[in-house]
């Protein structure tokens, strides 16, 4: 949470959320919705917790202001239904805050809703959910809802991909492949970027081939496929433990990923 510290607690305020959650009520609407959902993963919320730092003893005291280093430990405070379940409160002002308590000196965390849903997930005795605002607007998510919204996020994160230019270009790797395409005669122009999906980084290189007229989909499938494989084994042997993607310049996903970018290979 060390990118939240810099926040002053009396400045939160998620006037965008407030209005996205009045209109959820109102509209009942999926547009309404996903415009709540989206704010959400914007706001910064307010927790109150015990926060306690190990002294010199080693022992865990309430940090009152005057502790510096050490380990922290941060203890929740919970909001209990009458059925008995508890759940984490998240503030998105001060103002909610003092609804439920009034305390100067009560001590709050600063959390986003990815830590939320990271401190409810991950914990299966713990909180049943997170509440908004819970003496205002009252949005109470039950872990099972922000279970599937972490999966969701995970899929979305491992699905990204980020493509930039290498820091150093495989010069190996690229003599090799300019004379395979001088003697395959049947690429115009070759790119080399470097791409990062999820966790995996790779070479990316993108080829912009020769396509005979009137050729069928299923024909430019077996003729992508065929060069792609003899890219790859000619590839082989030069890439120093780093893996190779290979796509096509004539697809939209090639052409974006060479834009106003220059090729190492040119027929």
Known sequence: MSENKKLKVSEIEN??????????????TKEAEAKFVSELRKATFITPAIV??????????VADGSSNGGDTRINFMMLTTEDGSKFLPAFTSMDEVRKW?????LQTVVCNFDQYINIVASDKNGP???????????????RELLEGMKAAVDKQRNEQVYIGE???????????????????????KAYMQMMRRGETVSFLLIVDHD?????????????????????????????????????????????????????????
């Open 211 to 267: 396509i005979p007229e009137g050729t069928d989909e299923d024909q430019l499938k077996e003729l992508r496929h065929t060069l792609f494989d003899a890219i790859a084994k000619v590839a082989k042997g030069h890439l120093k433990g780093m893996s190779l993607s290979i796509a096509a310049f004539a697809d939209e996903f090639g052409k974006k990923a060479v834009d106003n970018k220059f090729p190492f290979y040119t027929r």
């Open 15 to 28: 006037p965008a959320l407030i209005y996205a959650m009045y209109e959820m009520k109102e509209k009942k």
């Open 101 to 105: 308590r009034q305390e100067e000196k």
């Open 128 to 142: 049943r959910g997170i509440v908004i605002d819970a003496f205002g607007s009252n949005i109470l998510m039950q």
């Open 52 to 61: 306690e730092v190990k002294g010199e003893d080693g022992e865990f005291k």
């Open 166 to 188: 290498p820091k150093e270009h495989p010069e190996e790797l690229e003599k090799a492949l300019t004379e395979f395409f001088e003697e395959n005669k049947t690429v115009e």
